[in-house]
């Protein structure tokens, strides 16, 4: 069985990729903005690229880090408190808030965590299924936190240019639900995926 994504899905998802950060970078909302919000999805882009031969992931994680990248050049676009859709969907709801925020945050528990179970599996170092749950659940809420420390220290260095970036939207408990929309997701992610997960990672743990 294959275990490198095919010429035509590599080729699909770079476009993909370029594409929407092309449109993403034509006159955004708050360039500032932009920069913080696209920069990981840049980062892991020359992380994928230099990782590509000698430790190719799973067309699913690759897929899913995809989506993760696209959904944080939206918000960079847009700003996450601004994204048109959720305007729209929080007027027909009558909500109190833009919350495509919290999309990204549950993205940011459902996405790492299918990352983190790859490298766990893959490189055995966790073997039991209940304490490598555990363990990914352990890290999602650290890389939750970890975002939330990034947003204070980029709030106390930048000031009033970091509102957007932060998008608490006056919420006390943006923080808060933010780290509990990334457990969710993990949990989400952990509970739905984790068999096609496993069928994409037989061919993976042969060779090794």
Same mark, same amino acid.
């Given at each position: 069985?294959?275990? &490198?994504?095919?010429?035509?899905?590599?080729?699909?998802?770079?476009?993909?990729?370029?594409?929407?950060?092309?449109?993403?970078?034509?006159?955004?909302?708050?360039?500032?903005?932009?920069?913080?919000?696209?920069?990981?999805?840049?980062?892991?882009?020359?992380?994928?690229?230099?990782?590509?031969?000698?430790?190719?992931?799973?067309?699913?994680?690759?897929?899913?880090?995809?989506?993760?990248?696209?959904?944080?050049?939206?918000?960079?676009?847009?700003?996450?408190?601004?994204?048109?859709?959720?305007?729209?969907?929080?007027?027909?709801?009558?909500?109190?808030?833009?919350?495509?925020?919290?999309?990204?945050?549950?993205?940011?528990?459902?996405?790492?965590?299918?990352?983190?179970?790859?490298?766990?599996? &893959?490189?055995?170092?966790?073997?039991?299924?209940?304490?490598?749950?555990?363990?990914?659940?352990?890290?999602?809420?650290?890389?939750?936190?970890?975002?939330?420390?990034?947003?204070?220290?980029?709030?106390?260095?930048?000031?009033?240019?970091?509102?957007?970036?932060?998008?608490?939207?006056?919420?006390?408990?943006?923080?808060?639900?933010?780290?509990?929309?990334?457990?969710?997701?993990?949990?989400?992610?952990?509970?739905?995926?984790?068999?096609?997960?496993?069928?994409?990672?037989?061919?993976?743990?042969?060779?090794?």
């Amino acid at each position: 069985m294959q275990t &490198r994504p095919s010429s035509t899905a590599i080729l699909l998802w770079l476009a993909l990729f370029f594409g929407v950060l092309t449109w993403s970078a034509i006159a955004p909302k708050d360039r500032f903005t932009w920069f913080l919000e696209v920069a990981p999805a840049l980062i892991g882009l020359v992380v994928l690229a230099a990782t590509w031969k000698r430790f190719p992931l799973t067309p699913l994680v690759y897929w899913l880090i995809l989506v993760h990248a696209i959904i944080l050049m939206i918000g960079g676009h847009y700003t996450y408190a601004e994204v048109p859709l959720f305007d729209w969907i929080r007027d027909q709801f009558h909500l109190q808030r833009n919350n495509y925020d919290k999309v990204g945050h549950f993205a940011q528990g459902f996405i790492p965590a299918m990352i983190a179970r790859e490298l766990l599996i &893959r490189l055995q170092v966790i073997r039991g299924t209940a304490w490598r749950n555990f363990f990914i659940l352990c890290f999602v809420l650290a890389l939750s936190a970890f975002y939330e420390l990034i947003e204070w220290w980029v709030a106390l260095a930048s000031g009033d240019d970091a509102v957007a970036f932060l998008a608490t939207q006056g919420d006390p408990w943006d923080t808060q639900s933010d780290m509990l929309l990334a457990l969710l997701g993990g949990i989400a992610s952990l509970a739905t995926l984790g068999r096609w997960h496993d069928r994409q990672l037989r061919p993976f743990l042969r060779e090794n």
